[in-house]
């Protein structure tokens, strides 16, 4: 009868086991995402631009999960920007390897006094048991838009190309419309913007 006890109680355990590894347990975030944002910049919670957000409470995530994130940000400069976006400073020492953060813009060219819409997602990788809490900052950085480039690296080539090819033919509404690629402001990426692309190429 013991020993029934007993491998009744190893195969609970097992279960249990097999079940955090599968389904994941929540990880506490007992820090916050500073967000950050060049000289320019300015980052909002609301669409209106009324609230200035400094820092996100991720809350509790799951093991193998992920959470989602909408922010606003304006140019408040003088000139137009391109919008790029870094991650940084994790805290503590090794969490950055199971963590993974990826910023969605509906356009990255940023005229003056206008808004883009930024949408983060978070996601903890399941084997990130080891750690009950982390933080790091998100950085917003605008560099002065040069004509004709989609990754915002300071220059036209091929990365560039290959984001306008992926693009070509679409209109507003279209799962592969983007913005930026719509050099004339015509509403459809087509051949004239192909020809105002290849212009600033190189």
Known sequence: MAKVRVSLAILLFLIVFLATWVFGLGVPVHDVSGIYASIGLDVYRDSNCTQKISSIDWGNISLGG?????????????????????????????????????WTFVGRKVEVG?????????????????????????????????????NVDGKVD?????????????????????????????GVINIYDALLFARSFG
């Open 66 to 102: 992920s959470k989602s994130v909408t922010v606003y940000v304006r140019n408040e400069g003088t000139t137009t920007l391109g919008l790029s976006f870094a991650v940084q400073n994790f805290v503590p020492n090794g969490i950055s390897s199971y963590l993974g953060v990826i």
């Open 114 to 150: 206008k808004v883009v819409k930024a949408i983060a997602t978070l996601t903890v990788s399941r084997l990130a048991g080891g750690f009950s809490s982390f933080s790091f900052d998100m950085v917003f950085q605008g560099v002065t838009y040069v004509f004709g480039y989609m």
């Open 158 to 186: 091929m990365y560039d190309a290959l984001i306008f090819a992926a693009s070509y033919g679409a209109r507003p509404g279209d799962s592969t419309w983007n913005p930026d690629c719509d050099l004339n402001n015509d």
